[in-house]
């Protein structure tokens, strides 16, 4: 069902689920990127990729690193220091079988 509303309601509400959905992932760092790739076909580098991608889309210059650091809430290295875990080879096979 849709639901009337304009375009900057749209927007703010948006970006307020990227928000939140950023907010979700940094406090999870329990859950490993190739988990989530597993599950869902996307991590948190692929929404750093995404974000990077819009923001060239509006004609701003935003390289890889400063979007994952968007994304991740610290430097990218800084965050596989601190909660990159080395993937087990079941979840390596499970990710092969299942990328798109």
Known sequence: MEHPMDEKTRTELEAAAFRRLVSHLRDRTDVQ???LMDLAGFCRN??????KDAAEEK????DKMAAREIVY???YDEWKAKHQTEASPEKLASFEQHKH
């Open 33 to 35: 990127n190739i988990d």
């Open 46 to 51: 692929c929404l750093s990729n995404w974000y």
């Open 59 to 62: 004609g701003l210059e935003l």
């Open 73 to 75: 809430g610290m430097p």
